[in-house]
Each structure stands twice: as structure tokens, then as C-alpha cells.
């Protein structure tokens, strides 16, 4: 996981309005609104508002976040975070008592084909 010590932060009285891009970790504990991408993680705290499309390679979420994600590596969605939007990412994670509504598109996984499964025999419906 990547060093959180060493991010950049958007303290909690902060507000920004537009594009932001960066090459670091970054962590949120005010409000944006608008696009975010980063080259690496992503943590919006808890208390954080986040109304953007994301693109990062990893995305930790313990506040609110409305907007859709893409993710290289990895979204996490906490216990107490809200979200709203659509995920793609090859890994998603999504704690008990966490709130989403949106699709997710799992990216990097390909279903390996198996035998086609069959009706078992002696086995008839009721009606």
C-alpha cells in the first residue's frame, strides 16, 4: 500500500473547486468538487466530501464521494463512507455498513471457461 505518511493533505476547512492533478499520494479531509487524477493513492477521510470523477491507482474512502472512479489497482470503501457512482477497477472492496449505489465494472479479470454445466439426472420439476 502506498506511504499515506508522506501525502499531500486538503485539510478540513478547505474547499476546491476544479481540476486537480497530481504525481503523489493525496489525502482529503475537506471538499473538492470537480476532476481529481493522481498517479498513485487516494484517501478521502472521514468528514471528506468528494463530488468528482476520480482516476488514481488506488482509492481509500471513509467519507462521502459522489462521482464515478477508475482505479489501476484498488477501491476501498469503509464502514461509515457514502457512495454514490459507478467503480472500474481489477479490485473492490466494500466493508459491512458502507452505503453505495452505482455499478461496478471489475477490470483485469477474465472468467476462465469451465464444462457446461447439466441437469442432474432423475431430476424432474414439480407443477
Known amino acids: 500500500m502506498a506511504d499515506i505518511d508522506s501525502a499531500g493533505v486538503i485539510g478540513r476547512g478547505l474547499f476546491i473547486k476544479g481540476e ?43 467519507g462521502e464521494m459522489r462521482g464515478n472512479m477508475t482505479a489501476t489497482q484498488k477501491v476501498e470503501i469503509h464502514a461509515d463512507a457514502r457512495v454514490v457512482g459507478d467503480i472500474t477497477a481489477p479490485r473492490v472492496v466494500i466493508a459491512d455498513g458502507a452505503s453505495f449505489k452505482g455499478h461496478i465494472e471489475m477490470t483485469g479479470t477474465t472468467l476462465k471457461e469451465g464444462p457446461t454445466p447439466t441437469a442432474l439426472p432423475g431430476r424432474r420439476s414439480r407443477g
Open 20 to 62: 486537480l492533478h497530481g504525481e503523489e499520494n493525496l489525502v482529503i479531509e475537506g471538499r473538492v468538487e470537480g476532476v481529481i487524477t493522481l498517479k498513485k493513492h487516494l484517501v478521502i477521510e472521514q468528514g471528506g466530501v468528494i463530488l468528482a470523477d476520480i482516476t488514481t491507482e488506488n482509492i481509500t474512502i471513509k
